[in-house]
């Protein structure tokens, strides 16, 4: 392999989207708990060791799971021969180590919030993640925690980070339900335990509609509250109702609900930074 490929095949190994996508909503976490021009360091520091650890977990995760890939996804970089498997696993402790080295700088309340997330990271595959349920709801909880994470390294209000916690963390464990129903003949064969294999696909989507009409009926809390006002709640509704949409859709069609979901859950995320934007102006 040339150091060319074996590069490729390590950023491969960080799942390069999803580290953008995390390291987006630290920010957005510590926008909407105060803003970020008061802290840039700290936001800049919390953006970066999201972005590492996810990138770290990532990589651990393909270093367990390289038997099974090397049957399921031959294309991915250890089973094709890019990345040695000792290889990825010394990435991903680098990585692991940059992300303890930024998260260390932060509040106390930001590193006990890094520290619990890269114990989860490490244990998600080797001991969650064949459990029924259990593996979805730590993949929910650890993409709501990055607002909570961005919020806290800044010290900032952390009312609103914690709304935004609550919203993400279940519509993320709702999609991930519908994904698994989505999935169910493949991971059926596979001899996973997944909740729709343990309880039944429509018990699992009937779990997934409840939970996520918890985290809708809790939405309006900001403006009750008088965090954020209308502009809020006017981005907000409409992201409510495509998220309740898609879980009823889901029941018919998982692959659209899981989808239609997703854009549900950035536009509620929108909604926040909306809401933050509004309050700034009206100062």
């Not at 993409?143 to 952390?158: D, E």
Request: glycine share 10%; net charge negative; charged share 15%.
């Amino acid at each position: 392999m040339t150091v060319g490929e074996t590069s490729r095949g390590l950023l491969e190994l960080t799942r390069p989207v999803n580290v953008i996508a995390a390291s987006v909503l630290t920010f957005i976490g510590a926008f909407v708990a105060g803003g970020v021009a008061g802290e840039p360091v700290a936001v800049l520091a919390a953006v970066a060791a999201t972005g590492l650890a996810v990138g770290a977990g990532n990589a651990i995760n393909d270093y367990f799971d390289r038997e099974i890939d090397r049957i399921n996804q031959p294309e991915r970089a250890i089973p094709r021969g890019a990345v040695s498997p000792r290889g990825a696993l010394v990435f991903s402790v680098v990585l692991f180590l940059g992300a303890v080295a930024l998260a260390v700088t932060l509040p106390r309340l930001a590193i006990g919030i890094a520290t619990v997330n890269l114990l989860a990271l490490v244990a998600y595959t080797e001991v969650f993640k064949g459990l029924p349920g259990v593996g979805n709801a730590l993949v929910a909880y650890l993409v709501g925690s990055t607002f909570l994470f961005g919020a806290a390294a800044i010290g900032g209000r952390i009312g609103p980070a914690i709304v935004l916690f609550v919203l993400a963390a279940i519509a993320t464990l709702t999609r991930e339900i519908i994904k698994d129903v989505e999935d169910l003949e493949g991971d059926r064969e596979e001899g996973l335990e997944t909740l729709p294999i343990a309880i039944g696909e429509r018990r699992a989507l009937v779990v997934a509609a409840v939970l996520l009409v918890a985290a809708v009926a809790a939405s309006p809390i900001p403006y009750l509250r008088e965090e954020f006002g209308v502009a809020y709640l006017l981005v907000v509704a409409p992201a409510d109702a495509i998220m309740l949409v898609a879980a009823y859709e889901s029941f018919e069609n998982p692959t659209a609900g899981q989808s239609h979901l997703k854009y549900g859950m950035f536009l509620a995320a929108l909604a926040f930074i909306v809401g933050r934007v509004a309050l700034e102006l009206s100062v």
